[in-house]
């Protein structure tokens, strides 16, 4: 092919749209495709095409950029889509990347897509040093639909399929399922939609399970057995009357009783 009419200041081998140049005034070597260099610090398009390169600069940087379809001879706009610089960090949509990963978006929604390549395989992202280079892990099961937390190599969470939370167990059974002694700071709300009754219970494996809640009636009850599955031994009315093993009859506004059944 005849070589593009390059600028004085690079020297090139071109081989069709593709063509190997090193820019004598810069220090740079340039690999690139449908573009060549027409005058000192602008690119032209070979052909009515897109346009990709890639630059090797004396300090040790790696550039990657793209040019959308442009006509024969007109001045092209590179865009650097990646760089990896001389300290080793790779930046994705940044030319100026400040860890091992910058990944920028461009003002819109952006992801970063793990995939297994299959529907049973586990994927994940690893975390550690040295001596234990994966002893953090976060890792999505696509056989159970799970996502696992790992600290010190042993799983410290798990969010299930059915948006169940577990901590310390990897069968969560509800919403939140701690396995061992919890501590919360604060306020604790505990909320269900009306018409709905809202619970917390307390089990002993094997031996008894306790409910203190609030019934759809909106009083509030100490039951003896899982999901009020047993008797209310006591109830706190919305009037402020209270039961002993019955719930308080209707008394007037201006009674305040304790009744016992």
């Known amino acids: 092919v005849t070589p593009s009419a390059w600028t004085s200041t690079f020297k090139a081998a071109q081989i069709s749209l593709s063509s190997l140049a090193y820019d004598t005034a810069n220090g740079v070597m340039e690999l690139s495709n449908n573009a060549f260099a027409s005058a000192a610090g602008t690119k032209s398009y070979i052909s009515t095409n897109s346009a990709t390169r890639y630059l090797q600069t004396i300090s040790g940087a790696h550039q990657w950029s793209t040019a959308p379809s442009g006509s024969a001879g007109a001045a092209i706009s590179f865009t650097q889509t990646m760089t990896l610089d001389a300290s080793g960090n790779l930046g994705i949509g940044t030319t100026a990347p400040t860890r091992k990963l910058s990944v920028v978006g461009s003002g819109v929604a952006t992801y970063i897509n793990v995939n297994s390549g299959d529907n049973t395989s586990l994927t994940g992202l690893l975390f550690g040093g040295t001596t234990n280079p994966s002893y953090g892990q976060v890792i999505y099961d696509n056989t159970g639909n799970s996502m696992r937390f790992l600290t010190a190599g042993a799983e410290a969470a798990r969010l ?102």
């Open 160 to 261: 299930d399929s059915s948006g169940n939370l577990g901590l310390g167990t990897s069968l969560p059974g509800f919403r939140l399922d701690v396995n061992g002694a919890s501590n919360f700071s604060g306020t604790l709300r505990i909320s269900a939609t009306s018409g709905n009754n809202v619970i917390q219970s307390f089990l002993q494996t094997g031996v008894a399970e306790w409910t203190i809640g609030q019934r759809a009636n909106q009083n509030f009850v100490f039951n003896n057995g899982g999901n009020f599955a047993g008797s209310d031994l006591l109830t706190l009315s919305t009037s402020g009357n209270l039961g002993l093993g019955v719930a308080p009859s209707a008394w007037s506004g201006t009674f305040k009783s304790i009744q016992a059944g």
